[in-house]
């Protein structure tokens, strides 16, 4: 999970050694190359593309990983990604960290919410 997914191609789990390896990772001049990365080395479980080398992604965890890229955890405390919503529309979204007390977070239509958390417009009453 991460968002290496938007830019490595090419890619397979080596459980045997650990490894998550992809034969395409596209560096910022444009080419690509391959590279991999110890599952063991990234407690997130979270992995990004710098420069065509797969690192860990140190983001909070939660189904969100599986839709949304290009995820960061900004200096200003909010974790930010491009998530797909309904339709498969692309949409830039953020939520503030600290504003989810278990800390998983999840993509509901698009948009970042604490995981668990009930959908805007569709809290009972």
Known sequence: MGSYLGSCSGCSIDD??????C?????????QI????????CGSSAFGN?????????LPPGPYLRSCNN???GED???????T???????????GI??????RFDNQEGKLVCEGSTPTGNSEL
């Open 16 to 21: 045997g050694a650990d490894m998550l390896k």
């Open 23 to 31: 034969t395409k990772c596209t560096k910022t001049c444009g080419a």
């Open 34 to 41: 391959e590279s991999s990365i110890a599952f063991s080395s």
């Open 50 to 58: 710098n420069g065509g080398k797969l690192v860990c992604e140190d």
């Open 71 to 73: 995820c960061n955890k």
């Open 77 to 83: 405390g909010n974790l930010s990604c491009v998530c």
């Open 85 to 95: 919503g309904g339709g498969g529309q692309r949409v830039d979204t953020r939520i």
């Open 98 to 103: 600290a504003s989810c007390p278990s800390g």
